[in-house]
């Protein structure tokens, strides 16, 4: 798999949906990670017929490079850590930097709640979307915190993956569905034409223009 482009998030949501036709059953629930994985979401869920809804992550970054994913943790206090770092950090300094983005966490929950109440997830079909997968920090706290709700079935999806994101991930769901994985791989945003951070503001947006079977968000 190479080096696919997009032009915008939700241009490679459409895509994304076309390769998970058929791989759901009914009932199924699309799980977007705010904020740049719920544009990529809405049209998953709106071609598959799914409800839309999210679970909100929050990188840990190491403390000298914040863009550097030292580990991520969910609204729901589920913590996972990059083990090749997590010694270059002390424990008390990983503890603080977990409450931290926990917190950060918390408050983005509370603020997309206002608007989309959760989803029950027991029981269902359940894919979680993110924009692209660079370590998959993120995407394994998500799959964790979704774990626990018992899903019957758990998929994970993205348009672009770096290597060996896919086969980790795959120890962590079902199923793994990534549209490129480029050897070059350098960032996620590298493989779109557009592709701006999103405000808190814009993924209220997104929530309250998305029905299913709509063309809108």
Not at 55 to 67: D, F, N, Q, Y
Request: charged fraction near 20%.
């Amino acid at each position: 798999m190479g080096g696919m482009r997009y032009r915008t998030r939700k241009s490679a949501g459409e895509a994304l949906a076309a390769a998970l036709v058929g791989r759901v059953g009914p009932n199924a629930v699309v799980v977007g990670l705010p904020r740049g994985g719920l544009p990529v979401a809405a049209p998953v869920a709106r071609r598959l017929g799914a409800t839309l809804d999210v679970r909100v992550v929050r990188k840990i970054g190491l403390p000298w490079a914040p863009e550097v994913a030292l580990g991520a943790v969910a609204s729901t206090g589920d913590t996972v850590w990059n083990a090749p770092l997590e010694p270059e950090v002390p424990a008390p300094e990983r503890e603080r930097l977990r409450q931290a983005a926990w917190a950060a966490a918390q408050e983005r929950e509370a603020y997309i709640r206002a608007l989309l109440p959760p989803t029950v997830l027991t029981g269902r079909p359940v894919v979680v979307v993110d924009d692209g997968v660079a370590t998959g920090m993120t995407m394994r706290a998500a799959l964790a915190c979704v774990r626990r709700e018992h899903p019957a079935r758990l998929l994970v999806a993205a348009p672009v993956m770096a290597p060996g994101v896919p086969a980790e991930l795959g120890r962590h769901a079902d199923e793994v569905v990534a549209l490129a994985v480029p050897a070059g791989f350098t960032a996620v945003g590298a493989h779109y034409d557009d592709f701006p951070q999103l405000t808190d503001a814009e993924v209220r947006a997104v929530l309250a223009s998305w029905q299913p079977g709509s063309t809108a968000g």
